[in-house]
C-alpha cells in the first residue's frame, strides 16, 4: 500500500464526522477556536482543548517551569476568548519524565494557577501519568458565552475589515532569540529582548478584548492567531467563503521586531510578522463602516491598539499588497506535520 502521509488539517478533516451530531445541543462542533454547546439556558458552554509537546512546543532548557505552566493555560484561555467568551475552568492532564523532580511540579504548578488566576479560571481536575521520553502537556478549558452572541470564524463578509487586537511576530522573534538567534541576541537593547522572549514564553490571552468585541455586536468573525496571521486569516476566508486582500509593507511592524530584524533574525519583518505564528493575538472582521469607531473604542476604553491589516472580498484566496503591486500570497504558517 502507497505511504500517504496528510497534514494537520487533512488530519482534522478526517476526524470531523460525517455529518450531523447525534445529541442536538451542539451549536458548533469541529472547526473553529471552541466547540459550542447549548445547554438550553441564556448561556452557551465553551469547550477547547490545547497540547503542548516537549521538543516541538518548547524546549525545556529554554522555558522555565512556571512559564511552561502559564503558556499551556494562556493559550487555551486564548481560544475561549476566540469565541467572544469567559473561561471558566480548566483540566490538566500530563505525562511527565521519570526524572521530573518537585520544584519543577512546583513551578508548572504556580505558572498554572497565576495564569488561571489573572484570568478568574478554576481548575478542577486532570490525569498524570510517567512518559517514557518527552513531557506532554494537555489542557482543556471550559467557558461561556451568551447564546446568540458566539463569535464564530464563518462570518466575513465582503466589505469587511480585518484588525489585528496587537503587534504580531513578536512571539517568532522571541523563538529565533531561545534558539538559532542566541549568539546574536546580546547585540539587542535588553527591553526589546525582554518584550520579544516574553512574547513567546508568556503569551497574554485577549480575553477583555474579545469581551469587549462581542459586546459591540459589531464584529462578524473572529479567531486567535496561533498558526501565523496569513495562516489564520486563510481560516477564517475558507470558513466565510470569502478571499482578502492583506496590506504587506503597509502593516504596522513593532519597533522590537524591527530591531531584531537588523540583527538578523528576519530580511523583510512585515513578512515575518504575518507568518510567525503563536501570537495569540484576536483576529476579527467588522463593516469597514465601523473601523473608526472600533479603533477609537479600543484605545480609549482598553487602552488596545487595534491594526486594521486587510479587507475582505469576494473572491476567494489571500492577495498581498506590496511595493510592486498585488501577488496572490501563500499562506505560510505552521503545521505540525508539514
Ligand atoms: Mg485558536
Known amino acids: 500500500m502507497a505511504e500517504r502521509r496528510l497534514g494537520e488539517f487533512e488530519i482534522i478533516d478526517m476526524f ?129 458565552a451568551p447564546r446568540d452572541r458566539v463569535l464564530l470564524r464563518s462570518g466575513a463578509r465582503p466589505g469587511d475589515v480585518a484588525f489585528l487586537g496587537g503587534p504580531v511576530g513578536l512571539s517568532a522573534a522571541g523563538l529565533w532569540l531561545l534558539t538559532q538567534g542566541a549568539e ?19 503569551p497574554q490571552p485577549q480575553v477583555e478584548l474579545g469581551l469587549w468585541l462581542a459586546e459591540r455586536g459589531l464584529v462578524t468573525s473572529m479567531m486567535d492567531v496561533s498558526d501565523g496571521v496569513l495562516q489564520d486569516l486563510g481560516h477564517i476566508c475558507r470558513a466565510s467563503g470569502v478571499g482578502a486582500l492583506v496590506a504587506g509593507e503597509a502593516l504596522p511592524v ?24 503563536e501570537d495569540y493575538v484576536l483576529l476579527f472582521t467588522a463593516p469597514a463602516d465601523h473601523q473608526d469607531a472600533l479603533v477609537a473604542g479600543a484605545r480609549h476604553e482598553l487602552g488596545i491598539e487595534l491594526i486594521p491589516f486587510a479587507w475582505i472580498e469576494p473572491e476567494p484566496g489571500l492577495r498581498l499588497f506590496g511595493a510592486d503591486g498585488i501577488h496572490s500570497a501563500r499562506p505560510r504558517g505552521w503545521d505540525h506535520f508539514g
Open 16 to 144: 470531523r464526522g460525517r455529518g450531523g451530531h447525534r445529541h442536538d445541543w451542539v451549536q458548533h462542533g469541529i472547526g473553529d477556536d471552541c466547540a459550542v454547546l447549548d445547554l438550553g439556558g441564556e448561556r452557551s458552554l465553551l469547550v477547547t482543548t490545547d497540547l503542548m509537546v516537549e521538543r516541538v512546543h518548547y524546549l525545556r532548557d529554554a522555558i522555565t517551569p512556571w512559564q511552561l505552566g502559564w503558556k499551556a493555560m494562556a493559550v487555551n484561555i486564548s481560544d475561549i476568548a476566540a469565541m467572544g467568551g469567559t473561561p471558566r475552568a480548566a483540566f490538566a492532564a500530563a505525562a511527565l519524565q521519570p526524572g521530573v523532580d518537585a520544584a519543577f511540579l512546583e513551578g508548572l504548578r504556580d505558572g498554572m494557577l497565576a495564569c488561571a488566576d489573572r484570568y478568574g479560571v478554576d481548575l478542577l481536575g486532570g490525569d498524570t501519568s510517567r512518559a517514557p521520553q518527552d513531557g506532554v502537556l494537555c489542557l482543556t478549558l471550559l467557558g461561556t
Open 184 to 202: 546574536q541576541a546580546g547585540r539587542l537593547d535588553p527591553a526589546h529582548r525582554d518584550r520579544l522572549v516574553k512574547a513567546h514564553l508568556e
Open 254 to 277: 513593532d519597533r522590537a521586531l524591527v530591531q531584531a530584524g537588523a540583527i538578523g533574525c528576519c530580511e523583510q519583518p512585515w513578512r515575518f510578522a504575518l507568518s510567525g505564528g
